[in-house]
């Protein structure tokens, strides 16, 4: 059974920092791909970062500059580092990873900016 555990969202004024991450358990493969979609009530879950095993990265126009997607492959763990952070990047933050042909998604984590 593969599983997702997510943390590090939270509260955060305006400006501020968070650091989200995502470990994947349970397969004895490594995912092929992990990424952090966000999404906020009434809309649909949008991509945030995307990042490939072998290094490739996508960022949204909307935090390109301020976020920062990375993994241990070691430990089959991604990150998000959230940098200059703005009220509209409020939102419930899903990990995806995919194994083989299968879409893995964690449960979220709030995070919310204060302004």
């Known amino acids: 059974q593969v599983q997702l555990m997510e943390s590090g969202g939270g509260l955060v004024q305006a400006g501020g920092s968070l650091r989200l991450s995502c470990a994947a358990s349970g397969s004895i493969f490594s995912p092929n791909a992990m990424g952090w979609y966000r999404q906020t009530p009434g809309k649909q879950r949008e991509s945030v970062a995307r990042?490939?095993?072998?290094?490739?990265?996508n960022y949204a126009d909307s935090v390109k500059g301020r976020f920062t997607i990375s993994r241990d492959n070691a430990k089959n763990t991604v990150y998000l580092q959230m940098n200059s952070l703005k009220p509209e990047d409020t939102a419930v933050y899903y990990c995806r990873a995919i194994i083989g042909e299968a879409i893995y998604w964690g449960q979220g984590t709030q995070v919310t900016v204060s302004s």
């Open positions: 990042s490939s095993s072998s290094g490739f990265t």
